[in-house]
């Protein structure tokens, strides 16, 4: 069946390094990715996205890289800073409804 | 939160009650969606809407039953609330949905207790 899935489920880092997330899917057909972040008591939060033409996609400060061979993805984050700290989705578009099926998520923390 | 809000934010109620959560949006997209995230399970789909009126059913419906009689609005209904509804309660909303290449935008959740 279908399942996306993260390798940790934790990952602490100091402020200013940078964070690396991974994720793994199984559904080659998968074609859409989306990485969220969730902050405590709030709603998943689209961070960015990437489609399976591309490799890698930059936004402020994070940056997906895909790789189709290894069915893998990540999410780094620059210069992590305490504001960063939340669980972080990956999601795959490819439900059999339209829905997305999310990974189990990886809670970053931020040490000052 | 994209225009989506959730109502309430925070309910109590007992076995047996029935219980709505309401969902609006004023992006006027086509598709919602109605999840639960529990621990383990991540968010699952309970029903999805493709327009006024138009429902199906996701991978975790039972006892959960949707309606959307305006654009805006999709509610959630349990019909008769267990303790294994517990949850947390996540509408979402698309432009396009099935599309394979859009993005759901998520409202700030309903915390549900069953007692």
């Known amino acids: 069946g279908e399942s996306v899935g993260l390798h940790l489920p934790t990952l602490s880092v100091q402020e200013g390094d940078n964070s690396i997330i991974n994720c793994a899917y199984s559904n080659s057909a998968s074609d859409y990715f989306i990485w969220y972040k969730q902050e405590s008591g709030k709603g998943p939060q689209f961070i960015i996205d990437?489609?399976?033409?591309?490799d890698k996609r930059q936004g402020q400060r994070v940056t997906v890289l895909l790789n189709k061979t290894v069915k893998h993805l990540s999410l780094q984050i620059a210069a992590t800073q305490p504001g960063d700290s939340a669980v972080y989705f990956c999601a795959d578009t490819r439900g059999s409804q339209g829905n997305l099926i999310f990974g189990k998520g990886t809670k970053l923390s931020v040490k000052p | 939160d994209a225009g989506i809000t959730q109502s309430p934010r925070h309910k109590v109620t007992e076995t047996g009650t029935p219980v709505t959560l309401r969902c609006h949006q004023t992006e006027n997209h086509r598709y919602m969606y109605w999840y639960r995230q529990d621990p383990g399970h991540g968010l699952r789909l309970i029903h999805y809407s493709y327009g006024v009126k138009d429902t199906d059913k996701g991978e975790v419906s039972d006892g959960y039953s949707v309606s959307r009689s305006k654009t805006e609005d999709f509610l959630l209904t349990l019909e008769s609330a267990t303790s294994s509804q517990t949850s947390v309660y996540f509408c979402?909303?698309?432009?396009?949905?099935?599309?394979?290449?859009?993005?759901?935008?998520f409202g700030p959740g309903t915390r549900l207790t069953v007692l």
């Open positions: 990437i489609r399976s033409n591309m």
């Open positions: 979402a909303i698309s432009p396009r949905g099935r599309d394979s290449t859009d993005t759901q935008y």
